[in-house]
């Protein structure tokens, strides 16, 4: 079968022609062969504005924190950060990441700690709906 101009694009799908707005896509233009690629943000740059998001605690996790008397100083806090930028760089949408024998459950991608676990109270513990688990 063949195609004359204006009646069916393509030989194996006949009517495709009569889509509202189908035309053959045309030329795509490559960038000339050795050129060089066009430059992103470097990793040191996704690194440094990575470490500049900040965590937010939900209103359950402050309250965990709170009553159990779990304590974050920068250095906790900055390994925490770290850890979910871990588990976002591998596209974990929901993590629990131990600090210092702390479990903190996140929400990934809008950077907030849903809950906080420590030690003493892991015992007989089950994490549901986590895709991840990081050690900071």
Request: no cysteine; charged share 25%.
């Amino acid at each position: 079968m063949t195609s004359s101009p204006g009646r069916g694009i393509d030989p194996l799908l006949p009517g495709l022609d009569r889509l509202s707005g189908a035309r053959p896509a045309g030329r795509v233009e490559t960038p000339p062969r050795g050129a060089p690629p066009t430059a992103g943000p470097s990793f040191a740059e996704h690194l440094e504005r990575a470490a500049s998001q900040r965590l937010v605690f939900s209103k359950h996790a402050s309250e965990r924190l709170a009553r159990r008397g779990i304590e974050l100083d920068p250095e906790r806090l900055s390994r925490l950060a770290a850890g979910v930028e871990r588990a976002a760089a591998k596209g974990s949408r929901d993590s629990v990441v131990f600090v210092d024998g702390v479990a903190f459950v996140v929400a990934v991608k809008n950077r907030t700690v849903v809950t906080a676990v420590d030690h003493e109270h892991m015992r007989e513990h089950v994490f549901t709906n986590i895709d991840s688990a990081v050690i900071a």
